[in-house]
């Protein structure tokens, strides 16, 4: 069963490409994570089986270790029996807390690949930080790095950190640095120990009662670049276990003006198959 458009006895307040957001009382909302799947800011016309379970848990995982450490996010813990809506839904949403999204995006780069290795292999930086000559393919960096972008509906555009600061402000922009570098940091350490190498991420955040809090998801398949461990090689492109699977299909076959095509069965497969090692790794 592929759930794209849940149907919910509750005030929709967004629709995302992914997730349905609802009203679900004066200070929480209930977010639902559909199997829909987007690429290029495109939503694909079919879903990938169970991949909304799948994103859902994984962010649960991720939000309840930030919680430990401790950031402050707007994940609200359930049980099952205390989940106000249907019970089928459980596995596919959480109760989060109601926030002012910050018009950004949070991206931390471990490892040298996608955008970042084309624009190292032009200009020998990414995104503005300048790097030691000789990197290779998938290197990993020698210390992590923050890039931030704007956040849009059309495409998102790669700013500094001094464009960050006339964003939302130098006290803000600090603090989003200082946590995403940490995050990253515990994550991966975390991740690897699991198998899991964490090329980037994203973190997205929000205002909750005048503290900024980390939104939306955390450290998923569709928001971050996840390699295996075991097939990693410096210096040739790995296998992707992410949604970087259904981007390298389309960059193979569509020439980003016609209509985006639909994925063949072995694609849909291998990207559902993928979500889900994450997770079973992740948790065991």
Request: some cysteine; proline content about 7%.
């Amino acid at each position: 069963m592929i759930l794209i458009n849940p149907e919910i006895d509750l005030p929709l307040h967004r629709q995302g490409k992914v997730r349905n957001v609802y009203d679900l009382n004066k200070d929480h909302f209930l977010l639902v994570s559909s199997d829909r799947v987007s690429a290029f800011d495109f939503i694909l016309n079919q879903g990938i089986p169970n991949k909304g379970e799948a994103l859902n848990n994984i962010s649960k995982y991720w939000f309840e270790y930030i919680g430990q450490n401790p950031f402050p996010t707007h994940y609200v813990p359930t049980t099952i029996e205390d989940f106000p809506v249907d019970k089928c839904l459980y596995k596919r949403s959480m109760i989060v807390k109601k926030a002012k999204p910050l018009p950004v995006e949070c991206i931390v780069r471990g490892y040298i690949a996608g955008s970042g290795w084309k624009s190292y292999q032009k200009t020998g930086s990414i995104c503005g930080h300048k790097l030691p000559e000789g990197l290779q393919l998938a290197q990993q960096l020698p210390e992590p790095i923050f890039t931030p972008t704007t956040k849009s509906d059309i495409h998102d555009e790669d700013i500094n950190f001094n464009q960050l600061v006339g964003i939302v402000g130098s006290d803000i922009a600090e603090y989003l640095k200082k946590t995403c570098l940490t995050l990253y940091r515990s994550a991966a350490k975390k991740a690897i120990a699991k198998g899991i190498i964490i090329a980037d991420t994203k973190f997205e955040f929000g205002m909750i009662d005048d503290e900024v809090c980390i939104i939306d998801e955390a450290l998923t398949p569709d928001s971050s670049r996840f390699w295996n461990v075991n097939e990693y090689i410096i210096g040739v492109s790995p296998k992707s276990w992410d949604k970087q699977i259904i981007r390298d299909y389309l960059e193979s076959v569509w020439d980003k003006t016609s209509p985006i095509p639909d994925l063949p069965p072995e694609i849909v497969l291998k990207t559902q198959n993928a979500y889900q090692e994450i997770w079973n790794k992740l948790t065991t």
